[in-house]
């Protein structure tokens, strides 16, 4: 479970999240809100990329401030732009690169990549230059190379927000298959009515949580 | 040279990484020292047979070679006017023989392989402070944000001349910077999620005991 306990956090002067209490154990969530309300901050909170400025976020029991990179291996993160996000020159490098860092034996990390390579259709790319991939690939890649190291829990910032209409079904539906836990950061409404739950963000404060039909009327509704 | 690893199963992919950049390495050094156009012909033979044997595309080769071709015709040149063409024709075969080792090693190693290399050249460098990981790390990502870099470069001076202005090096750069600044802000924290955690490395003068 992770738990977010009277979280605030600011950039400067700006306070970007303000009084946040939450606990996350289902296995789809969504979060959603304005640009600059806080929902992409929300989300580096999770993995410990950012640590609060008060209070504290746990998951399964470690403080993000205390154990960040225990923290970090238990919970993956795909960011927006997977240009930004993919480490080195060739797909199959870049798979093992996450699994390197968990120190894992050679055949192991070959084992591995093999195995991610198939189950998400990039075995024919797996020699490929990563900068010569399409935008659905490149997010494919960078999802795969974090799934690679099997976090317990997922958190994708915006995944499809640079993608054309077939790259982000291509994402949308290997988000689908994600076994474990997950929380989506987007834009896309339409993406989260299967969810279990939606969390809406505005100026920095939670302002409506609970089933995606409920939350998603009031998003629609405030924006309008 | 950026990543343009080529897959094949010849006995020159086959090959240590190490043994070829060691190899790399010492017959570039001893171009320098070898002369004779007969030997840096029977070079290129050798080389033209390596090539074959691994089966790589001339069209990946001369994509490699084409903007240092243009630098050896004016070599050539400058020979034949001020020298004497058999020296032009020495010098250039010379470099050409160099370029063709280099970029067969570049199309038959991957470059995790080269980098592990790197990683182990460096290493007795620890104990002035220098990090092995930290010097591959930073190897891997110059190969995997030249080409990055040159797009982000292509579609400033793109989305200048749409707005009407002319080849600027001031209007290129400032932007290019803010956006590599940027792009290494987020390639930071990408790497941190990732569970990046290189060994510290402490000089011999900063160790206590």
């Not at chain 2, 080529?6 to 320098?32: E, N, Q, T, W, Y």
């Not at chain 2, 034949?80 to 190693?109: C, H, Q, S, Y």
């Not at chain 2, 600027?168 to 987020?186: E, Q, R, S, V, Y």
Request: net charge positive.
């Amino acid at each position: 479970m992770i738990q977010v306990s009277d979280v605030s956090h600011r950039f400067g002067e700006r306070e970007v999240l303000k009084d946040i209490n939450l606990s996350v154990r289902e296995r789809r969530v969504g979060v959603i809100g304005a640009n600059g309300s806080g929902k992409s901050t929300f989300a580096r909170l999770l993995n410990g990329l950012l640590i609060p400025d008060s209070g504290a976020v746990t998951v399964d029991g470690l403080d993000t401030r205390e154990d960040a990179k225990a923290v970090r291996r238990r919970v993956g993160f795909v960011f927006q732009n997977p240009d930004n996000q993919i480490v080195f020159p060739v797909v199959e490098e870049d798979i093992a690169f996450g699994l390197k860092n968990l120190k894992l034996p050679k055949r192991e990390i070959a084992r591995k990549v093999d195995t991610v390579l198939a189950e998400y259709g990039l075995t024919h790319l797996r020699d490929r230059a990563a900068h010569l991939l399409s935008g659905g690939e490149k997010q494919l890649l960078a999802i795969s190379a974090v799934l690679v190291m099997e976090p317990r829990y997922v958190v994708l910032d915006e995944p499809m927000t640079l993608l054309d209409l077939r790259n982000k079904k291509l994402i949308l539906d290997t988000i689908r298959t994600i076994g474990q836990p997950v929380v989506l950061v987007t834009h896309d409404l339409d993406h989260l009515r299967d969810f279990e739950r939606v969390i809406v963000f505005d100026g920095g404060r939670v302002v409506a949580d609970g089933p995606p039909r409920d939350a998603i009327r009031h998003y629609t509704r405030a924006m309008a | 040279m950026l990543s343009l690893y080529v897959p094949g199963d010849s006995f020159v992919h086959r090959a240590p990484a190490a043994a070829k950049l060691a190899i790399l390495v010492i017959c570039g050094a001893a171009l320098f020292v070898v002369s004779g156009i007969p030997v840096h012909a029977a070079e290129l033979a050798l080389l033209a047979g390596l090539f074959h044997a691994a089966r790589l595309p001339w069209r990946d080769t001369f994509r490699q070679l084409r903007t240092a071709l243009i630098f050896l015709v004016p070599i050539f040149l400058f020979h034949v006017f001020v020298t004497d063409w058999t020296l032009g024709l020495e010098t250039v075969l010379r470099i050409l023989v160099l370029l063709l080792l280099a970029v067969l090693v570049t199309l038959t190693t991957r470059t995790t392989d080269m980098i592990d290399v790197l990683e182990a050249a460096v290493r007795p460098l620890r104990h002035v402070g220098v990090n092995p990981s930290k010097t591959g790390m930073m190897l891997s990502m110059v190969i995997r944000f030249i080409p990055m870099m040159m797009r982000e470069a292509q579609e400033v001076l793109e989305a200048q001349r749409a707005r009407g202005l002319d080849r600027n090096a001031i209007a290129l750069l400032m932007p290019l910077l803010i956006k590599t600044l940027k792009m290494a802000d987020d390639l930071s924290e990408a790497i941190e999620a990732r569970g990046y955690d290189p060994e510290p490395v402490v000089p011999v003068w900063r160790r206590k005991g």
